[in-house]
Nanobody, 115 residues
Framework: QVQLMESGGGLAQAGGSLRLSCTASGRTYNLYTMGWFRQAPGKEREFVAS????????NYADSVKDRFTISRDIPKTTVYLQMGNLKPEDTALYHC????????WGQGTQVTVSS
């Protein structure tokens, strides 16, 4: 089992930036991917971005692919989400995800973007 701890959420103005961090602990030797999902009130959970732990290949939702960048620090077992040109529709609770033999989820960090 992998434990995840997110940080970096907060309040930003439209056009601003935030950087989210997620650190994994526990059985990290079998990590396949890590990534981010988000959920706004009244909406279903939405995929944001993911990165393959070994090779570094990335995937993005169309809504963020030109604005967000996901990266990882292997020695720190940490994944980052650099969010730029934020929009009000980016407002959501962002959850970190790790996939190995099973899936793990963080508790979430709130991102709020004002216009």
């Amino acid at each position: 089992q992998v434990q995840l701890m997110e940080s970096g959420g907060g309040l930003a103005q439209a056009g601003g930036s935030l950087r989210l961090s997620c650190t994994a602990s526990g059985r990290t030797y079998n990590l396949y991917t890590m990534g981010w999902f988000r959920q706004a009130p009244g909406k279903e959970r939405e995929f944001v971005a993911s990165i393959w732990w070994g090779g570094g290949m990335t995937n993005y939702a169309d809504s963020v692919k030109d604005r967000f960048t996901i990266s990882r620090d292997i020695p720190k077992t940490t994944v980052y989400l650099q969010m730029g040109n934020l929009k009000p529709e980016d407002t959501a609770l962002y959850h970190c995800n790790a996939n190995g033999p099973t899936a793990s989820w963080g508790q979430g960090t709130q991102v709020t973007v004002s216009s």
